[in-house]
C-alpha cells in the first residue's frame, strides 16, 4: 500500500511539472520569445532597406496588435492564436506587395 502512495506522488508531480508550461502560456507569459524575429519571418523590416511609408505603418500597427494578443490573458476558445496567425498573413501579404512594387 506505501508503494502504491509513493508511485502515485511522483506520477501526479510529473503532472503537474508537465502542466506547467501550458498553464503559463494560457496565462500569457512570453516565455522570452522574441517579436522582432517572428515578425521577420513574416515580414521582412530589413531586408531590402526600403519600405513603403504607408504600408510600413501597416506592418507596425499588426506587430503592435499581435503583441496585444500575445499578452491578453485567455485564448478565447482559440480565436486568439487565430488572430494573430492572421496578422502573420497580412504581414506574408504586406511583403509580397512590396516584393511586386519592387520588380515592376
Partial sequence: MNINLKKSLVVA???????????????GVAFGVDFGSDNEAHYRFHNNGWHHPEMMKAANALVAAKRHLWYSKGNFGGHRESAMQHINMALDEISAAENYAHSH
Fill in 13 to 27: 508531480g510529473l503532472v503537474v511539472l508537465a502542466a506547467v508550461p501550458f498553464i503559463a502560456k494560457a496565462d
